[in-house]
Structure formats: C-alpha cells, structure tokens
C-alpha cells in the first residue's frame, strides 16, 4: 500500500515538503492542507511588493494552487485542519472542504503567527501585521492612502516593511524596544552602521524606545511613545501602524496530539526532521530543531531553513533517509542599498549559549585601494576562544557583504579555524576586490588575538 | 649573528617575502633587490591606469621606495644581481649600487619576463609589452595618441587591456590563437558567453587565429592574421600592437647556483618554498608549486598566490617554521561589467592532470524570480566522478559571480563532496539571491548525475 502523506501547511517548508515526498516516491498518496487560499509563496517578498520591486503579487507565488494536480497531490486550500486523532491516523478538515483523511506520516508545516506586544489600541483599523499575502495588499493600497506610517518593531520584518513605504514616499518612523535595530542578526555596534545609513536615506528610527498606545478613533492618529532612557513620553503622528514584533510558532495543533514543545515554543524535531512521535515530522517557522555549533534547539524563521528541512522531512516521511545538518542561520538584507549580513553566533549568542568568542574585527574595502569605486565595508569574524573555530561573522556594506557572508557560512559548516580562514585563497582582481581579502583580513586580526 | 636574508626581486612575493621577514624577526638583515626603480606595486593595476579607473600611476605604488627605510630593510632599487657564489653565500650587485653581500637565506623572486611569440616585427616603435609600470605609461599615452590598436593574445592581461583601450574610444582587435580567449581559465562555453559579451561592447575579436606578421616602417600599419579554420589571410589596420601571449618564469640566477627548474619551468619550491637548495626560497611568478587538488607542479602566476607564498618563504627565511598548502587558482576578472571567475580545475586541466570530473551545470539567476533586477549567472562546478569531491567551478555573470566563486574555492581547500555543497545554508533574501544559492542547485545538478 502506498503511503500517505499529510502536510499541514503549504509555506515554504509544507510546500517542498510535498514537492519533495512525490519527487522521492511516486506512489504516495499526498495531501497537503492551507488555512490560506494560496499555496507556497515567498513570505520575505511581501514587503517588496509595497515598494514594488515585486512587481506583482501573483508573482510571489511559487506554487499556483492549480500546479499541484499535475504532481498528483491532493491540495486543499483555504482549509484548515481541526483535529487530529493520532491513535486512528486521521484528521479532519473544514473550510472550503470538509472531512477525514487518514495518513501515514504527518508533516507539521503550521508556520508562525505575529506575536501582539501588550500595546493599547492595536484592534483599530489600519493597524497591520505583515505575514500574509493578503497583508501585504492591504499595506500596498497604505502607500497611496497614507502619508505617516509607524512601524512597531525594528527587526527584519520591521526595517524592510519601513524602507518600502519610505521608498514610497512616506513619513515613516520605527520604533523599537531595544537599545538597537536588528540586534537578533547583528551586534550593536554594526547596527548602528545601519541605523545611521538608514536615516540618511530618511527613515526615522527611534531606539531603546517602547510604544505604549496607538491613539485615535477608529483609525490611528498617532503612537505614543516613551523612551526607556529618559523616560520622555511623545506622541509619533500616524496614518496607520505595522506591527512587526515578532512571531510565535504555531503549535497547537501539535500539541493536541502529544507532540513536544521546546524551550524556544516550537515543535521539538531531530536530524530527521521527526518530533517525539514516530513518523510525525516538523519543518519550517513552527519547528525546532538544533542550531549548528552549540545544538541549542532553535526556530530559525528562515527560508533557506524551512525549504532544507521540508526536504529533509518530505523525503524521509515518503520512505527515505536524509538528515538535516542544523542551522548555521545565514541571514541577510538589504536597506536602502545597504547589505546587512550575518551568519553563526552573535556576541549576544554566544554569550547566551556558553561559548567563549574572539573576534576579527576590520573596517576594510570592496576594492583595493588604487581602483576607483571601492566602498567600505565592515567585518567582524568570531572564533571559539579555545580552539579557534570560526563560530560567526558579521558584514555591512553596500557591495559583496552578503556573499561574503557565504564563505564564512560554508567555513563554519566545514569546522574551519582561524587558521584556516587565514589560508582561504580569495580570488583577486582590481576590479572586484584585494589580494588579501577583508575576511582574510579578519583572521589575520583574529589571529594574532589568539596566538594562533 | 642575526639571520642575513636576500630578497631578489621587490615584485608582490619579494616585497611580501621582506616584509614579513621583518614582521617576524626584529634582527634579520634584510636586503631586497629590484632591477626596476619602483618597488612593489600592483601589476594586475596596469590595465586600468589605460582606462583611468586607476587615476595615478603613483597610486599602484604599494611600496614607496622611501617606505624600506622605515621597517630597516635595505632596498637598492633600479638594481640587479648579477652573479651569485652560493659556496660562499656571496652576491654581486650592479647599476644604481654596486657591491657584494653576504646571505644566509636568499630569496628568489624574480617574476616572470614577457614570452615573444614567433611573429615577424616585434622590433617596431609601438609594440609592446605590458609587464611594468613603464609599459603602462606608455600604453597610457597610445590611448590618446592612437586609433586603432591590435592585441595579440586573448589571456587575461591581453582581454583586459583591450578593454582598457575600448573604454578609452579606440577601435581594438584582439588575435587569439586558440579556438577561445581566457582557456586558461574557462571552459570554451563560459568563454563564448564571454567573447559574446566582449563583442557586444565593441571589441573585436578573432579567435582561433594566427597573428603572423607586423606590417608597416618604424611603427606599425596592420597585423597580417591568418585563420586557422578558413586559412584566409587579412591584415588588421593597428596604430599600434600589445603582444600579451604569456610570460616566462626568469630563473637564470637560480640555475646558475644549481637550483632546480621543473618542467612548468618555474623554480621548483615545496610547502616551505624552499628550492633543493637549504635556505634558498623561490616565491611568485618565478616559482613553482603544488596545485592543491592534484600536488601537480604548477607557476600560478596569480597576485593572491604571489604575497601567500612570499609571507611563507618570508616567515621561514627569518627562522619561522609556516607552510603554503597548495595553489587552487581561484581566477577572476571583469571585461565590460561581466565578471568572469574560476577555480581549481578546469575540464582541460581535470583531462590533462587524470582526474575523471563530472559537472553541475547551470544557468540560474542572480536574484529570485520575482525580483525585478536579477542577471544571468552560467555556473558550472566540477566534481571528481569517483569520490565525488569538488574539484573545480566556473562563474559568468554581470553580478555576484566572483564572490560566489569564493564558496567553491573554500569548499575545495576544504575538501568537500557534492552533497556538502548541496548542503550549504546559502544567505537568502529577495533583493540578495534566492533560497537555493545557484551554487546549491549546481550541486544538485551534479548529485543526481553522481548519484550521491
């Protein structure tokens, strides 16, 4: 008897999950289930779409809902799944259709929900999250109507939503809690190369700031503010307000079932991508799974994470066995021409999880320095203390940090030390970057702090 | 006694090779020669003083000459070795000083010299070479001076500094012997994207072609050029002739004391770069090495190889004890915008060297596809048939090409296997590349064809 597939959740991670179980198996009898009518499309596009370098929604989407028939997996959008009897193998479903299913393997791809910080007001109308493709419509049809907009919340999410709309010609001031932007990617002192980039290009960014109520009728007129630093209290005009303070994993369903929950809130999965529970699989935003270098149980929230483990899990439940390698978590942006790059431990982490860092620390250049058009560029590696492994890495610039950031990954993922990120043979041009690549240059410095 | 060290030649590897000695050791006696007047200065920039993205020629000047005194190394410039009595550890020096020195540890990094091919007219007034900074100056005053220029040969140096005089307004044609320009570097496929390229920004180019004859007085009127192909004989109308059809290791001195030359007919060196001879070092373009992947004796002929391999003789000359662990190759250049990028082997070298290779080939995006603005990227990674380990890649692209590239050379330092590159977490955001890296989806390529 073939077997049957069931994936919850047809995200990122859900979607290959399937794609990938009928690549391995032809016989599967596949079913993959989606509270929203759409199925897979990229989630970290949304924000492009108000600025409109996504030119149009549709294009966002990976995998139209009438693709599916034609690799024989049953999709059933704009349905949610209600209950699950593990005991029997069967689920039931509801919305545009209803019933039973039973299944052999069951894959967790339930995503992530946004997260409501406890701020007064956030029930008015124009008070957005930005986490589906029908919030992202929504916020497109703001940047005609509005002219203010506050965006609660600098992380990634936050920072690229609030570049948009400034690309777009609005007022538009982020508030974050936090001492800085962006600092689940980068330390401080790389975050403030960007908020400083940021503003000169005319977002305003309020720091160490927390927002307290969104005033107004029923639409916004303004959020009040206080500062945590001088405990100032001022009110921010606003047409309307994005929260984007982060998301939780979505786990319920999950649960219900007898599934594990770790520390991090997401759905504890091993190398296999399988929870506790024999042949139930977990991927993508609501999973946990182990960060590389520590094995910290961690949700990424990254796409490149979520379409790796959804392969790993959809080959595995149709029969296979691939392993997930954990997450180095890579994680990049762009604002306002500014690439923001990460990947491995941040100070912060590393502090958290017990690992003792040096680090590498240069400010070098794209180009050499006789060849025109060179731009600055900001580097930080980290090294485990004891025995010099290369744990993290850090780049802002406006070229070559982000792909730059790939080879420490790779480094990181290949055990590599100081030493060895030493030896690393750049290729060199004048035209593209210097003999002794800036991240060599890191190791160098990193090097001589560790006597290695 | 402190360590007597002489260096010969003040190229990237000498220059290098002093410093570090310096760095190393507070005592050593350092002397470095140069028959040139300038010291150290980047000879990949000389193209680029042609077309102005190098403004000054002064600015390629890595090492003033008046910067030697400074770090107590005896630079005597516009200077050469004649006569070396390894016996009696004794040198003779002529031109702007003259004398004798006493060594422990010598150096040899005497470059390359520029090879002339067998075509009649070399002699004229405005043919030339570009090796020196003293060729680039003249080269600079063509492009005012001239119309019409013809290169011979389509190597790096021969592309780039056709590129130079195109962008300067001339009419330029470049006379390549080979079915390609740049095999030295890319496969035939990657090559024609690159000629396409060329071509499309007004460079002419012949290929598969014999340059035959100089025609004209004292200057030149034209190149007599044969096809290979048709046999047809035209001449080119050329003001004036760059002749880049490679250069030769210089190793006469080196001979003369006995030091072995290999059949690259570079000067034999090992990890330590050090020749047959006890503390005598060969580094840069006069010297042969190990390539990584095959221990095959090869000049590299690259600036990156050049300063690594000069740090090790350097360090070891002043009592260290570093070695340089094999050349990849990691080339790259930019004509016209296009970058053009390779590492390890190529299926020419793979063929020659015996190492069986299976590729991934792809031709992917710089960007996801529903971002507006992404650019071709021809990429093709090699792998070996039977263990599976990379051991090559190739990158055409407008964008990000290079330093993708610097994935893959890490990746073969590294040793890695085709299903570790498919399992690289490659950075991913919609305005940087998309989820699955093309270097990810080569690898995929190849993995299926591997079956691994």
Known sequence: ?????????????????????????????????????????????????????????????????????????????????????????????????????????????????????????????????????????????????????????????????????????LEVTVVEFLPNCLLAMVDSDMADIVEEHCRQHGLKILTNTAAQKITGGESPEGVIVKSRQTEEVTEIPADFVVVATGVRPVTDLAESIGVNVGKSRGIVANEKMMTNLENVYAVGDCAESPEFITGTGIVAGLGTVAVRQGRVAGINAAGGDVSFPGTVGAKVTKLFGLEIASTGLTEDTANKWGVPVAKGSIKGSTKPPYFTGGNDLKLKTYYNKETGKLVGGQLVGVEDAAMRLNVLTLGIQQDIDVAELFDFENCYAPAICDTWDPLVQSADAARRRLKM
């Open 1 to 169: 008897m073939a077997t049957r597939i069931a994936v919850i959740g047809a995200g990122a991670a859900g979607a290959t999950a399937a794609l990938q179980a009928r690549k391995f198996s032809r016989d599967a009898e596949i079913t993959i289930f989606n509270e929203e009518k759409y199925s897979q499309y990229s989630r970290c596009g949304l924000p492009y779409t108000i600025s409109g370098k996504v030119k149009d929604f549709e294009d966002l989407v990976l995998m139209p809902p009438e693709s599916w028939a034609s690799v024989k997996i049953d999709a059933k959008l704009g349905t949610r799944v209600t209950r699950i009897e593990h005991d029997a193998k069967k689920l039931t479903f509801e919305g545009d259709e209803s019933g039973e299913l039973q299944y052999d393997a069951l894959i967790f791809a339930t995503g992530a929900r946004n997260a409501d910080p406890p701020i007064e007001g956030l029930d008015k109308e124009r008070v957005y999250g930005l986490r589906t493709l029908d919030d992202a419509r929504v916020l497109a049809n703001e940047a005609v109507a509005a002219k203010r907009g506050v965006v609660i919340g600098g992380g990634l999410v936050g920072m690229e939503t609030a570049e948009a709309f400034v690309e777009r010609g």
